[in-house]
């Protein structure tokens, strides 16, 4: 069977504690679900002499409303949690549309919101054995100094592949942090990620943050959301791209708008200049003008399956359908 | 260092001693011997490993087990209770869901984990359930139905009486029909021998076994596309603490090929380095990771060479060569494989005078097998210098003359084993790497050596579909007769020869029928390049013409306005009739079949007349069932089976074949049972093992049911007669008198005056002495053309097959949807309905997973401004996923309701009519959707697979014109 470094396992309690043993633990690593961590510690991507196990922290896995409406996930939810939740079916649908479409249902099971918003950046290149990568003699983000995607010894293109991540930077969330001696950090989720795909570079908050929950503002009256994600085959596949919709309608006029591009890039990213076109009704001219924008901001890099070219497309088609679908509702439910 | 903590598993609380760094699955398999969770890829892509956690399905390979303390752990062993199998292991076994069985029990719990939730699942929501457990063998056509049966058995309380778990209860209400009009067992929808011990996770497959001190063994393979080998540095790994012993090429000097006189390969290269992925050098060690950190420190010096990735690059001028040398030494100056080119009338002329012509470039990619278990060998050595291999095979006959050749063993010094299989479709039909350096290595280190590949080690293994470029020719009269087919066919055969000689025939010789073609010439070449090796997967060779010749048939009929369906029946070959190229085809069932998908998929109301972006497309096929010539020339017969009776009232039948899950073990007993009269319930088949069997050529070209199926039928027959004449004796009356029922010979005058069959076994060794036995053999008579090369093709029996499949197309994103698959197949005689439909399913699967979503891709190389800084472009030949998330199988999800129907055709020469079912059935898929997507949306595909891409591209290019 494939081999996974050896290293001790820590099982701490409470987030106070595992937090500190990550800080005194130098090449520590935390592991949640395990279902993106496991597989790249067989590919020997990482090699940390202890894990932290955060399966036994208690209080991080509920689905919390503030009285304000605002939604409060835990980051050990698992994702067949938030697939299945009511409460975000009736409120941010997107949000379980885009956790129902991961992986398969044992991963989903498994796998945490924690592990998904912090799941690594992929890519072709990367995301093999250990002989594989030999074989090319290693890249940019692991064990070589040559990105072969765009040719490039600077830029590290290894897309970010998580499913809730572009829905949940479309719905404003926050994450909150707890950092070493205590601290509490809180920050919108866009700014977790930075331009860099290297495991080390790819976040903004120093490696000891523990996610422990991801903040939704309340949706509000008129809200709607979808999730579209584009993949080779119906089941146990990560996005080639995905498209997350945001919106709130007021009668016909569209009066907040937003649109993220995911598996493209090593951040998310926004379709930027629709605030022109708030206020609008969402017509059909609307729509296109909208996928228009969205086609052109789009920059999908050969790191993944599916030729970029049409996977740019596909960000016209998926966004023309997801605001069509938007308009068109019954949303929410 | 190991920790001591508790797991509690099926109830029971375990007190493990693992190192931390172990998975659950690590510690299931290997550190409890729970070895019915199952390995498939180990990195959370298949599903295999399946297990539930306090009640729900998680993938045991992607958690630590010392993190699942505290959990209520259920693995497929704890399924089953005290009254015995749960209702899903006996739905599971009851509706034929297992063949090879290796999915099944992750399957089973998944399935297990969605009635606990939800009694009374709908279709979708089973569907869904099951979408993150891929299965290679079935197309989850009945496991799904197994889900629904497992439903209705519970409520139904059926199991009241679970105390017989016995391998043919017949309390089980689903799935058994009657026998076929005349028989006793024969067309019955009986059980497989081996289901239920599959379905609780019992049956034992190769990596399941340990021997006492076994060693784990691990390969270095080369990271170059094509290198030469300067020295190999083995010291460091040596020095290791706890490393028994390395090989390396220069151990095992002896080239090796699964057909003897083409040897061009060795158990480790000698040479040169062939592909990424060709193996250096092994290993063997106390423990996996002693192994694989000794591989690491092994040092090889390469001189890197230039390699050829595509065959254009091979077949161009002064290109470097793959081999320097052909198989009997000489200097080769290219590097073509294998050429043939053959012609059988007037084709010039008949392209002359046809009414109407499609000429064109087609390309098949290629594809892999991807059975759910990864090859694995263990082998162990006697005091006395015997040797013994487990394998997962599905030839070990050839197996066993490769051993002894390579290792320089006499044969009868060597014993092969194929434990339980896990699914194989052509991808364990020869000798590999694994093999010997298990049995050298184990030779080296005195103990028990086990060698697993990893799914990455599949990959390289390979052997799979070849890529194939196309020209073609099809002309046609006016009425549609085929007059001429004209195919130049390229063939992209990777690094190695493998079957290359017959592969390049086959992709020529087989394409002549169901259809009769008026003349027909083909030029067929297989070319080597710096990649894994291709070889045999399901169809061998023949898949690939298949779409050409089906997809250029379409237009003919378009261009000629007539239904595709008519223009195949107007061409359809008759019972009796010969083919072009000279081979006979005793029974020819192809317009039943084109009856039967015509009328079930409404194909008059409904071709050519659905609305833009859905559509039908047909297709037919035809295939051998075994081939007439054995790989190696020899008199001896193809296949022996004996039975053996036992005074207990047991046969015991020994047979040679490798049942892959296929299910020829169940399929030896129907026959001995019918032929016999003795209850299937008291019939043991031993297969697998070369030292107790007689031999059988193995489990490829859809051989067994027909050839070990007429060798079990003489058998049984002959052990018949001997007992009838016995129980005469006894009666005191005229053998002619007596008639078999089931269990019993009887009177045919008065049925109560009789004998049970375990008494006359026994009547029969009293008189006869000890053993009461009969054997039975199959030999091929002479057949083929009379021509060179004619033999190759030549079967004794030829299946038929049609499909029509139904897609939807999106116009805007390009992506095709199978929405159902009809499929008829002449397989002479089903002596299982199960059986067959089941191989059809899984066929129409695989050919469907093909078309639309694999590819077995590799890098060709950056372009120059973004090459790595470097002599070499070391992408070159680089595997584009060698894994089950990239190398994308379909899911339950993907597969659409496949529609099986059999047509019955009755072959004179088959075991009571029968012939192939395993692989005719997938042909005809790959071209049925390519005609069904130009019905849907008007363009003709001609690259696969099928890609949204591909589709998008050839709508704009319409748009365009
Ligand atoms: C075959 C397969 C297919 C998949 N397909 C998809 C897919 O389609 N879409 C998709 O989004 N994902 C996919 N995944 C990835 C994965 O299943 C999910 O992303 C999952 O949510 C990861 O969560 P986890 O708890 O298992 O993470 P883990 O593997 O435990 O952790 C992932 C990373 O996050 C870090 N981490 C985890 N929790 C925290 C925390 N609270 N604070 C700080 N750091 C943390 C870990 O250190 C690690 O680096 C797939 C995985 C597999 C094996
Ligand atoms: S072995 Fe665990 S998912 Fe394949
Ligand atoms: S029965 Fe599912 S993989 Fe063989």
Redesign the pocket.
């Known amino acids: 069977m494939l081999r996974m470094p050896e290293f001790e396992v820590h099982h701490p309690t409470t987030p106070e504690e595992a937090v500190a043993l990550r800080a005194e633990l130098p090449g520590s690593?935390?592991?949640?679900?395990?279902?993106?961590?496991?597989?790249n510690l067989k590919h020997r991507l990482h090699e940390p002499p202890h894990l932290i196990a955060?399966s036994r922290l208690s209080g991080l896995d509920r689905i919390e409303q503030d009285p304000d409406g605002s939604l409060i996930l835990g980051?050990?939810t698992p994702?067949a949690a938030l697939a299945g939740s009511e409460l975000l079916a009736a409120s941010v649908p997107g949000l379980v549309e885009a956790a129902a479409?991961?992986?398969?249902p044992q991963?989903r099971r498994?796998?945490?919101?924690?592990?998904?918003v912090?799941?690594?950046t992929r890519c072709l290149f990367y995301n093999q054995s250990r002989p594989w990568r030999q074989a090319v003699g290693g890249c940019l983000k692991k064990d070589g100094d040559w990105c072969h995607v765009i040719g490039s010894a600077k830029a590290c293109v290894a897309a970010q592949?998580?499913?809730?991540v572009p829905m949940l930077v479309a719905l404003d969330a926050r994450l909150r942090?707890l950092l070493p001696g205590g601290e509490r950090r809180e920050l919108p989720l866009l700014e977790l990620f930075s331009r860099d795909g290297r495991f080390e570079q790819r976040h903004t908050l120093p490696p000891e943050?523990?996610?422990?929950h991801v903040h939704v503002p309340s949706p509000g009256a008129g809200h709607r959301s979808t999730y579209r994600k584009v993949?080779a085959r119906s089941a146990?596949?990560?996005?080639q791209l995905s498209i997350a919709l945001a919106a709130t309608l007021e009668g016909e006029r569209c009066t907040a708008l937003q649109v993220v591009i995911g598996a493209m890039l090593p951040q998310p990213r926004p379709v930027p200049g629709l605030h022109a076109l708030i206020g609008e009704a969402l017509t059909d001219e609307v729509c296109e003008a909208i996928a228009e924008k969205a086609y052109k901001a789009a920059r999908p890099q050969p790191q993944l399956h599916g030729e970029p070219s049409w996977r740019r497309h596909l960000c016209r088609i998926e966004t023309r359908r997801g605001l069509q679908q938007l308009r068109s509702g019954p949303q929410p439910r | 260092m190991k920790q001591v903590y508790p797991l509690t598993i099926n109830g029971d609380v375990h007190e493990v001693a693992a190192p931390p760094h172990w998975s659950l699955l690590e510690v299931l398999r290997y550190g409890l011997g729970l070895t019915g969770t199952k390995q498939g890829c180990d990195?959370?892509?298949c599903g295999a490993c399946t297990v539930l956690r306090d009640g729900e399905p998680i993938l045991a390979c992607?958690v630590l087990a010392i993190s699942q303390q505290g959990h209520e752990l259920i693995t497929i062993e704890g399924l089953a209770d005290a009254d015995g199998p749960s209702p899903v292991q006996r739905a599971f076994d009851a509706c034929g869901a297992l063949q090879c069985g290796f999915c099944q029990p992750g399957m089973i719990l998944s399935a297990h984990a969605l009635l606990a939730r939800d009694p009374d699942p709908e279709e979708a929501t089973i569907v869904e359930a099951l979408s993150g457990n891929l299965c290679r063998c079935t197309g989850y056509t009945k496991i799904v139905e197994a889900v629904r049966a497992a439903r209705d058995l519970r409520e139904a309380k059926v199991f009241a009486d679970r105390a017989d778990p016995g391998p043919f209860p017949r309390h089980l209400p689903v799935a058994h029909g009657p026998p076929a009009e005349g028989f006793q067992v024969i067309g019955s929808r009986g059980r497989k021998a081996d289901a239920i011990a599959k379905a609780t996770g019992a049956a034992q497959y190769t990596d399941d076994l340990a021997l006492p001190r076994m060693a784990h063994g691990s390969i270095l393979r080369s990271p170059y596309a094509h290198a030469r080998i300067r020295s190999i540095d083995t010291s460091a790994a040596e020095a290791m603490p706890g490393v028994f012993a390395v090989v390396i090429g220069a151990d095992m000097p002896t080239p090796y090929c699964v057909i003897p006189w083409t040897a061009d390969e060795h158990a480790l290269a000698v040479d040169k380095v062939r592909y990424i992925g060709d193996a250096v050098a092994a290993v063997a060690a106390v423990d996996e990771d002693t192994a694989e950190a000794a591989v690491q420190r092994i040092v090889v010096d390469y001189e890197v060479l230039q390699p050829v990735i595509t065959p254009a690059e091979a077949l161009a001028e002064g290109a470097p060569l793959v081999h320097d040398h052909d198989w009997k030494g000489r200097a080769r100056r290219d590097n073509v494989c294998k050429t043939v080119e053959l012609s059988f009338g007037e084709v010039d002329q008949a392209l002359a005078d046809a009414a109407a012509v499609v000429e064109g470039d087609w390309s098949y990619s290629g594809s892999t097998h991807a059975p759910i278990e990864p090859h694995c060998a263990i082998a162990t050595w006697d005091p006395d210098g015997r040797l013994t291999l487990y394998s997962a095979t599905q030839v070990m006959h050839y197996l066993h003359r490769e051993l002894a050749r390579v290792l320089g063993l006499p044969p009868d010094r060597i014993r092969v084993i194929q434990p339980t299989l896990g699914g194989a479709f052509g991808g364990k039909s020869e000798p590999f790497d694994l093999e010997f350096c298990a049995a050298l290595l184990s030779k080296r280190a005195g103990r028990p050596v086990k060698i697993l590949y990893t799914r990455e080690e599949v990959f390289y293994a390979h052997r799979g579909r070849h890529p194939m470029d196309f020209h073609l020719r099809i002309a046609a009269d006016a009425e549609g007769h085929i007059t001429a087919v004209d195919n130049d066919i390229v063939l992209d055969g990777g690094a190695y020869h493998s079957f290359g000689l017959v592969t390049t025939y086959y992709a020529g010789q087989l394409l002549p029928g169901p259809l009769r073609f008026g003349s027909y010439r083909f030029r067929s070449q297989r070319v080597y390049t710096n990649k894994p090796c291709c070889g045999p997967k399901r169809g061998h060779g023949s898949v690939q013409p298949r779409f050409p010749l089906e997809t250029a048939l379409d237009e003919l009929a378009q261009q000629l306005h007539l239904d595709p369906i008519e223009i195949r029946r107007r061409n359809a070959m008759a019972d009796g009739e010969r083919t072009i190229n000279g081979q006979h085809v005793p029974s020819c069932g192809i317009l039943q079949c084109l009856d039967a998908v015509e009328a079930a998929s409404g194909w008059r109301e409904r071709f050519g007349q659905l609305p833009f972006g859905r559509g039908l497309g047909i297709a037919t096929s035809m295939y051998i069932s075994g081939t007439a010539y054995p790989i190696y020339p020899n008199e001896m017969p193809q296949s022996g089976v004996t039975v053996l009776a036992d005074r207990s009232g047991r046969l015991t039948v020994f047979s040679g074949t490798n049942d892959i899950g296929q299910g020829s073990d169940a399929v030896l007993a129907y026959i001995i049972a019918e032929e016999t009269g003795a209850l299937p319930e008291h019939i043991r088949v031993v297969s697998g093992d070369t030292e107790l069997t007689p031999v059988d050529l193995g489990a490829y070209s859809s051989r067994v049911t027909y050839m070990a199926g007429l060798a079990a039928q003489e058998a049984g027959r002959a052990l018949r007669g001997l007992l009838i004449e016995v129980v005469a004796e006894t009666l005191q009356c005229d053998p002619a008198a007596l008639i078999v029922v089931p269990g019993r010979y009887v009177l045919a005058s008065d049925p109560d005056t009789g004998v049970e069959v375990a008494d006359a076994l026994r009547m029969a060794e009293a008189k006869l002495g000890t053993p009461v036995s009969r054997s039975g053999g199959y030999r091929t008579r002479e057949l083929g053309g009379d021509y060179r090369g004619g033999t190759i093709g030549a079967s004794p029996a030829y299946s038929a097959t049609a499909h029509v499949a139904e897609v939807t197309v999106d116009p805007d994103t390009g992506v095709v949807r199978i929405e159902h698959v009809w499929a008829a197949h002449d397989c002479g005689r089903a002596i299982n309905p199960t059986l067959v439909e089941g191989q059809i399913e899984g066929s129409v699967y695989m050919g469907l997973s093909e078309a639309l979503y694999e590819d077995m891709a590799y890098h060709e190389g950056m372009e120059a401004r973004r090459r790595a800084p470097g002599e070499h472009d070391r992408t070159r030949g680089l595997h584009l996923g060698p894994n089950l998330?990239d190398y994308r199988i379909a899911t339950s999800l993907d597969t659409p309701p496949i529609t099986a129907s059999l047509v019955e055709s009755i072959d004179p020469g088959g075991p009571y009519g029968a012939k192939e079912a395993g692989e005719g059935p997938l042909h005809p898929a790959i071209p049925a959707i390519a005609n069904a997507i130009h019905d849907a949306v008007g363009i003709r595909l001609r690259t696969m697979p099928f890609t949204p891409q591909r589709v998008l591209a050839a709508l704009r290019q319409a748009e365009g014109a």
């Open positions: 690593m935390y592991v949640a679900g395990g279902t993106d961590l496991l597989p955060l980051a050990s994702l479409s991961i992986a398969g991963h498994m796998g945490t919101l924690g592990g998904n912090m799941l690594d592949s998580s499913d809730t942090a943050a523990l996610i422990t993949r146990v596949d990560y996005p | 990195k959370g892509d992607c998330l």
